[in-house]
């Protein structure tokens, strides 16, 4: 079940920031948030994900509002290659689940 | 070089055919996972497994089966069963199955002829 509500699709221009956001009001204390992406016709790759503290790698940051809510991933400066469905999740540590719940996610299309 | 392969990449089945997609990680996880993506979907969970020689069913189980007779293999057979095979397939590895960040393969296409 999709515990996660993320805009069908949006665009980015190349260079800038891409902000996708994600909506989560019924998360858990103890569920994280994921973050996936899906390049056409390959396997999804993960890109990052936090409890409640925001969180930056070498890839993107995550923001998550204090409420716990909502989040929203940033690309801070997008590339073609970043054109993607992004996918958010939600899924608890611990030994309580096994799978990832992947939704329809955001279909993000960097515009040179 | 680390990671999660997955063979073929295309694989075609006729009518009333068993074929078995391969699934190999070097990652010494401990948990592997199946999942089918239809075009324009998410990810259902067909198998999953926890530990060698333990397995449990997902989501969409029925007209597949799996065998984890070794920590880095988890073979999926699509059966005749199955009676619209026609999908992605996408395997995971996971440290355990305790939460833990899932890295997937990139896939197999199943076309049925």
């Known amino acids: 079940d999709a515990k996660t509500t993320q805009p069908p699709s949006m665009d980015c221009a190349e260079g800038r920031a891409a902000n996708l956001p994600c909506n989560h009001s019924?998360?858990?204390?103890?569920?994280?948030v994921y973050w996936y992406r899906q390049i056409h016709s390959q396997g999804p790759q993960y890109i990052i994900h936090?409890?409640?503290n925001n969180e930056t790698n070498e890839m993107a940051s995550l923001i998550i509002t204090e409420d716990r809510k909502s989040s929203t991933l940033i690309l801070p400066h997008a590339t073609l290659r970043d054109t993607a469905v992004y996918y958010c999740?939600?899924?608890?540590?611990?030994?309580?689940?096994?799978?990832?719940?992947f939704g329809t996610g955001t279909s993000l299309t960097v515009i040179p | 070089d680390g990671g999660i392969t997955q063979s073929p990449k295309y694989l075609f089945r006729k009518e009333g055919q068993n074929v078995t997609l391969s699934c190999e990680q070097n990652?010494?996880?401990?948990?592997m996972y199946w999942y089918r993506q239809d075009p324009g979907q998410g990810l259902r969970l067909i198998y999953y497994?926890?530990?060698?020689?333990?397995?449990q069913k997902g989501d969409i189980a029925e007209g597949y089966s799996v065998s984890r007779e070794k920590k880095e293999s988890f073979p999926l057979t699509v059966t005749s069963a199955q009676k619209n095979p026609t999908a992605f397939y996408l395997c995971?590895?996971?440290?355990?199955?305790?939460?833990?960040?899932?890295?997937f393969g990139p896939g197999t296409r199943l076309l049925v002829l």
């Open positions: 995971a590895s996971s440290i355990a199955d305790s939460g833990e960040t899932q890295y």
């Open positions: 019924t998360i858990s204390g103890n569920e994280y």
């Open positions: 936090g409890l409640k």
């Open positions: 999740i939600v899924r608890p540590r611990g030994n309580t689940g096994n799978q990832f719940y």
């Open positions: 990652l010494n996880h401990d948990a």
């Open positions: 497994s926890q530990i060698v020689n333990d397995f």
